[in-house]
């Protein structure tokens, strides 16, 4: 890829120029030859970028500084102007280069990682101080940087947009607002809760009549039916046990339900004029309620919550004008109509600044149409869904919030709908299928297009859940967060108090457990019937129905699907008990494992099951050579807070980085019988991609694995659980050694400072009786574990509890 890094390294040279000193340099990675060709086009480039009309350019200083752990080197960057990241389309020009070899006195090498998940090796010649670089795509890519004294060194730089960062405020507002509310039950809020759920039956069994005599009635019905329940569930749930979790998915199922019925009000013409039957919305009685129960609603929040919620919608407000003022003459005019002129700006200012002002829903679905309306932009997505017309390929204008996903989509179609939505979408869901068929799971006539419609879904870097039970309809989640962790390098990992903290807590509670004579064992789909009726018993709303279970029986023999279950046996002599299990798929080469759904049981709290297991999964996968494992998405819900414990929450860029990179990887060869090797169909590990085909053939996107056996976990993984089977524990022993045998190391001269005087016995009368106390043997935390070698590199839904 010499042509491709060289027009990303050198912009403004003519493409001619370039081919012809590609041509002289074909087979030469290094060498003389080389160097004075990176030396000629770099004068080239600087002079050619320094004429009016070049591309916008940043400076951005290299430095090498001491990482926290010991004898850890760490990449910074320092960018001009400030830390925001540059925008997409600018060219970054480091500096420093120079001074990093003489620091190393090795040979460099430099590289960028792409979003796409290609990495560009970057050609340096010695004497140059400055190497340039064109952002062209928007994500997160990735420099690294070597020597040969020195392990890779890795730095992220996030190319962004006014439009990306229009919507991450949007989405990161709602994930603030839905769960503001922090416990404070009051009368005001019961009264609007009973009132929002009056206002519900009324509002839906009206709506329910007019649609029964409309065309396509019973249509919008079915889709109305799913809504309608999440609301009046979460309702329910408020008003009996007044948690945090069940008001948060209140005001989401609100929204949902209030995009729902904009939809059907928008297409009421086609519906034998459903929309003239109704008054508007916003003036109707069901949204008076949903006012009355967002102001009650706010009102019960604690001051701290309040003021998040306004600095949130402050951040809002300004993205929102920086997009505006970025916007090209005719772009986005409906936005802009009502950002201004419209009033629309002038609402949230006072949503924010009135102390009485109520935050409440509709301004905020305002915001998420585009240029055309969500009319057009939703017929737009619609017939973008019948098949490719290449436009999918480039950047959006405008944020979406209502994105198709056809299942005839070609696995290169999807990609690179994937990397528009990366930028683009707002909310999480994507409907895969049609507005008017929503693409169903089947674990009969049709499983294998089941099976791989999911597989590849997941490979695309989406998450998934299943709603219905009569048609269990797959939806894809393209999270604005993701709970990943990469399994190769623990050094981010340990970076963070908290995590490091929560392994530590893990660790004590093993070996409290292993000391009373407990016994903790880790299986893999050892009864996967039994870790099913669990499921459904831990989860009252679980979203794992009767087909989809059918699905992942179907999966099973296949090594599509895995249940970690982990077991507990009070005493030897007592019968072990299931405490936890994890629902999940590995896929893309095997080199990815994403958790669907997860239990644990409370009676067994105190051991804290959700976060062994957790630890213990993530090592077996290691040891398999999984590269991540994926919890899927984070919020700021309750039931999401153990995610950040033991995985890294990361923007979806980052996460698409790190999977599409990943897909690029060789699977990992294990020795073994050639009788272990599994088909899965007419599927085989030596299977080439056909990315032309649609993603409801395996054959399209990359084999979930190498399909062999030994590679997936199955049977008895830890008989008896210890420390060394957690994942990171070996590391942070080796770390928390390192750190105590750094901290007994006191020079000689502070020691001989510290001690008093022998031969005066009157210097310390004035101590009283004190009597200092003899020095206890320092414990070494990492006596339990065994060592690991120093150095360990560091290169780089779900909504379930703990």
């Known amino acids: 890829h010499k042509g491709q890094a060289w027009r990303r390294q050198f912009p403004h040279v003519d493409a001619d120029a370039l081919q012809a000193f590609e041509g002289t340099c074909e087979g030469v990675d290094e060498g003389e030859a080389l160097h004075e060709v990176i030396n000629i086009l770099a004068e080239m480039e600087a002079e050619a970028s320094s004429r009016p009309g070049s591309l916008p350019s940043r400076s951005c200083g290299l430095a090498v500084q001491d990482g926290e752990e010991p004898r850890s080197r760490i990449l910074c960057l320092d960018l001009e102007g400030g830390l925001d990241p540059p925008r997409v389309n600018t060219v970054v020009k480091f500096t420093g280069l120079a001074d990093l070899v003489k620091q190393s006195q090795g040979t460099l090498r430099v590289a960028m990682a792409l979003p796409c998940g290609d990495v560009y090796s970057l050609d340096w010649a010695p004497g140059l101080d400055n190497l340039s670089f064109w952002l062209t795509e928007f994500g997160l890519h990735e420099l690294r940087v070597s020597t040969e004294d020195s392990n890779i060194m890795a730095v992220p730089l996030m190319a962004t947009s006014h439009l990306g960062d229009f919507g991450a405020a949007l989405d990161r507002f709602h994930d603030v607002c839905d769960w503001v509310w922090d416990g404070d039950w009051t009368e005001e809020l019961e009264d609007a809760s009973i009132t929002l759920l009056a206002a519900l039956d009324t509002h839906f069994e009206e709506l329910s009549q007019v649609l029964s005599t409309a065309p396509m009635g019973s249509l919008f019905t079915s889709e109305l ?36 019925q904009n939809c059907l009000d928008l297409m009421g013409p086609m519906l034998g004029g459903v929309g003239a039957k109704f008054q508007r919305l916003e003036d109707s009685f069901l949204y008076e309620a949903v006012r009355a129960f967002d102001s009650a609603r706010c009102r019960a929040t604690t001051p701290s919550k309040r003021a998040e919620l306004k600095t949130a919608l402050t951040t809002l407000i300004n993205f929102a004008d920086g997009y505006l003022a970025e916007l090209a003459p005719g772009e986005a005019r409906d936005f802009v109509q009502r950002w201004t002129t419209g009033g629309l700006r002038d609402v949230l200012v006072c949503m924010r600044d009135d102390p009485n002002g109520v935050v409440h829903p509709m301004p905020f679905f305002q915001l998420r149409s585009g240029g055309g309306g969500i009319l057009s932009d939703m017929m737009k997505s619609v017939m973008s869904s019948f098949g490719s017309s290449g436009e999918e390929a480039s950047r959006a204008t405008t944020i979406e919030g209502m994105v198709m996903l056809a299942a005839t989509s070609s696995w290169t179609d999807a990609v690179l709908k994937v990397a528009r939505w990366s930028e683009s979408l707002v909310e999480d869901a994507v409907i895969f299928g049609s507005p008017m068929s929503t693409f169903g799971i089947d674990a009969n ?98 979203w794992v129905g009767p087909k989809l279970e059918e699905v992942w029986k179907r999966m099973l023999p296949m090594g599509l699907v895995c249940c970690f279950e982990l077991w507990y046996r009070e005493t030897s002599d007592s019968e072990p008990k299931l405490i936890a299990a994890d629902f999940g798929h590995p896929h893309s080469r095997g080199q990815a494992y994403y958790v669907a759904t997860r239990f644990f049981d409370r009676e067994f709290r105190t051991l804290q099951p959700g976060f062994l297991l957790a630890f213990a999964e993530a090592e077996a996968l290691r040891r398999r050579h999984f590269k991540l494992w994926d919890l899927g998405g984070a919020d700021k819900s309750p039931m999401m807070q153990y995610k950040p414990q033991v995985a890294i929450e990361m923007d979806r860029c980052d996460f698409l980085r790190r999977l599409r990179e990943c897909q690029r990887s060789p699977p990992a060869e294990v020795a073994q019988e050639p009788s272990d090797t599994t088909d899965v169909g007419s599927i085989t590990p030596q299977t080439p991609q056909e990315p032309h085909l649609p993603i409801t053939n395996l054959l399209s996107g990359p084999p979930p694995g190498p399909l062999k056996k030994s590679l997936l976990p199955e049977g008895v993984l830890f008989e008896d659980l210890s420390e060394e089977a957690l994942w990171g524990a070996v590391a ?20 001989n400072q510290a001690k008093p005087a022998k031969n005066n016995k009157n210097d310390n009368k004035d101590q009283g009786n004190f009597k200092p106390k003899s020095r206890e043997k320092a414990a070494d935390p990492a006596a339990a574990i065994v060592e690991t070698k120093k150095g360990d590199s560091n290169n780089n839904n779900n909504n379930n509890n703990n």
Request: no cysteine; hydrophobic share 40%; charged share 30%.
């Open 732 to 751: 942070l022993a080796a770390q928390e050694k390192e750190q105590l045998q750094a901290q007994q190391k006191v020079p000689a001269n502070k020691k």
């Open 225 to 260: 039916g799913p809504s309608r329940k999440r609301l009046e569930t979460a309702l329910g749930k408020a008003l009996e046990g007044h948690d945090a979790q069940s008001m948060g998915r209140v005001y989401s199922a609100v929204r949902s339900m209030l995009s729902f």
């Open 445 to 542: 006539n049709e499983a294998e297009t089941s099976i791989a419609a999911m597989l590849n879904l997941m490979a695309l870097g989406f998450g998934y859940v299943t709603q219905g039970e009569e048609t269990t309809k797959l939806i894809a989640l393209l999270d604005r967060d993701r709970a990943t962790l990469p399994l190769e390098s623990h050094g981010a990992f340990l970076s963070d108090k908290k995590r490091r903290d929560r392994l530590k807590d893990v660790r004590r509670v093993l070996r409290a457990a292993r000391k009373k004579g407990g016994k903790l064992t880790l299986t893999a789909s050892t009864d996967f019937d039994r870790s099913l009726a669990a499921l459904r018993e831990h989860h009252a709303d679980n």
